[in-house]
């Protein structure tokens, strides 16, 4: 997950160390292990070869709070398979409309995955910016 922020979003933090570390703050083994065992979430893991290669997380109001993917990963389903399931979960416990806040990094993917914008940019960590999607799901009948 770390490699992901570090990695894959230049766009957002434009290597600037404060924030990243800002951003990496709260991302430690200690609160994964919290949010993993937690029962106010979800939390799905991708795996390839004994590796993970992607994390999800979702509070059970519907809010996505993380979605990264391994840079060795990028481009190769991960994070859509990682975002189907997470939305499956969500439907399996009664949640119809979806949200989060997005990267710049991941618009374009959320917009992709039938994602909406949802209000104006907010301020994220020094230069970056969360901007807040919607999406309305359910089964078709």
């Known amino acids: 997950m770390r ?13 600037d160390g404060k924030i990243l570390a800002e951003w990496l703050e709260n991302k430690t083994t200690v609160n994964f292990e919290d949010w993993i065992a937690s029962d106010r979430h979800v939390a799905l893991v991708a795996e390839r070869e004994g590796a993970i290669v992607g994390f999800d997380l979702m509070n059970l109001a519907g809010v996505i709070a993380l979605l ?56 994220g960590f020094g230069l970056t910016c969360c901007y807040p999607m919607f999406r309305q799901i359910g089964r078709s009948e």
């Open 68 to 123: 990264y993917v391994s840079p060795d990963a990028r481009f190769s389903g991960v994070s859509k398979a990682l975002l189907s399931a997470l939305e499956e979960e969500a439907l399996n416990a009664g949640i119809r409309t979806m949200k989060l806040e997005s990267s710049v990094t991941a618009l374009r993917f959320y917009r992709s995955a039938g994602y909406s914008l949802e209000g104006d940019a907010t301020h």
């Open 3 to 15: 490699r992901s922020v570090v990695e894959l979003c230049v766009e957002d933090h434009r290597g």
